[in-house]
């Protein structure tokens, strides 16, 4: 079948370093995605991952061992607006994406 | 990227009646859309898979008679709850792809209550 398996909660202080692992499971592979979302907004894109290795978008860095059916997301230097739900996924060839259920991160000061 | 609008925002209904949401791609073509559901405090979940031009691809468990959808034109997919029950109030978002960058453009999602 087809899963992904993530922490349900991370918390963490402004300023601090926190990663979000995502194990995933799936016939079929193209990439893992990670995903933002805020109470009551859609979610919005974060990183790619296609290949094995880091993926550094400013704050924020994915990386994916397809080996391992594994991927983590690494926030640097939380601040407030961090807190929000963050969602891996994987699609398959252009199609819709499959979406672990979420890890709820709250940073507090 | 792609913006992606959805109509309503939200909205409250009576239960047995049946709510229409559009979801525009308002810069992109696009061929495919797809439509989830969200309830609180959980993740999405994949419905369908609108296509343009052609039926719908639905996931395994989304009935398709309840939950209709049409794609009429590269710019619009609606998706129809008919005979909206309590137990169909969700969040309901559309999204479409832009493999270009291999990643998904989400509308604001619609808030849907039954009463």
């Known amino acids: 079948g087809q899963s992904l398996e993530q922490p349900s909660e991370v918390t963490a202080v402004e300023g601090a370093i926190v990663q979000i692992n995502c194990t995933y499971q799936?016939?079929?592979?193209?990439?893992l995605s990670w995903y933002q979302q805020h109470d009551g907004g859609a979610p919005t894109f974060l990183s790619y991952?296609?290949?094995?290795g880091l993926e550094e978008t400013g704050r924020f860095s994915s990386f994916l061992s397809r080996s391992d059916s594994y991927g983590y997301l690494l926030l640097q230097e939380l601040q407030m607006k961090d807190s929000a739900s963050y969602f891996c996924?994987?699609?398959?060839?252009?199609?819709?994406?499959?979406f672990g259920k979420g890890t709820t991160l709250s940073v507090s000061s | 990227g792609a913006v992606v609008s959805q109509h309503p925002s939200w909205v409250i209904c009576k239960s047995g009646t049946s709510v229409k949401i559009e979801c525009r791609s308002l810069?992109?073509?696009?061929?495919?859309m797809f439509w989830y559901r969200q309830f609180p405090k959980q993740s999405l979940m994949l419905m369908a898979t609108?296509?343009?031009?052609?039926?719908?691809?639905?996931e395994q468990g989304v009935e398709k008679d309840k939950f209709l959808i049409n794609h009429a034109s590269l710019t619009l997919s609606t998706l129809t709850v008919t005979s909206a029950h309590p137990e169909d109030s969700s969040f309901y978002i559309c999204?479409?792809?832009?493999?270009?960058?291999?990643?998904?453009?989400f509308g604001p999602g619609t808030r849907l209550t039954v009463l």
């Open positions: 991952n296609a290949l094995d």
């Open positions: 810069d992109f073509q696009a061929t495919t």
């Open positions: 999204s479409q792809n832009d493999r270009d960058k291999n990643e998904q453009f």
């Open positions: 996924s994987f699609d398959q060839a252009g199609t819709a994406l499959i």
């Open positions: 609108s296509n343009e031009g052609s039926k719908a691809t639905y």
């Open positions: 799936t016939s079929g592979f193209y990439g």
